[in-house]
């Protein structure tokens, strides 16, 4: 379990990509004032942490960030579950992708989805050797 609470929890950024994440607390500043939650999800307060990709209308269209998680180790299913604030213009797809660099999203959540934390889960199977998944947003 990680709520970034202590650090990044071992997710790493990615290679390859247009942008970083960005390990924060309280609400967005300019030039992306309405973007980021005034809270986190764990604490409700300002000073709880959260991994926050800044985004407006202007952003260019295709640009990624993407992380990946620490190695699970092989072993039952599992599933992977997060709260995701997804408010504002120029929000894009927030994808997660499973174990193997699978090209479709285990969960895929697209667009502005107001201005609270909502909760969202998907099931990452069995795997018989150890595995990571890797959520970006587009």
Known sequence: VC??????C???HLAGDHADWVRRSGASGPPHPDTAPPTDHTTYTAGGHYYWLPSSASDPSGHRAKVASPMFPAGRGACIQ??????GEGVGTLNVYGPG???????????THGPMWRFAQASLGNHGQPYQVSPSVR
């Open 10 to 12: 071992n997710w790493q």
């Open 82 to 87: 997060l709260w995701y604030y997804m408010h």
């Open 101 to 111: 660099g699978q090209e479709t999203p285990l969960l895929s959540r697209t667009g």
């Open 3 to 8: 709520d970034f609470e202590d650090g990044s």
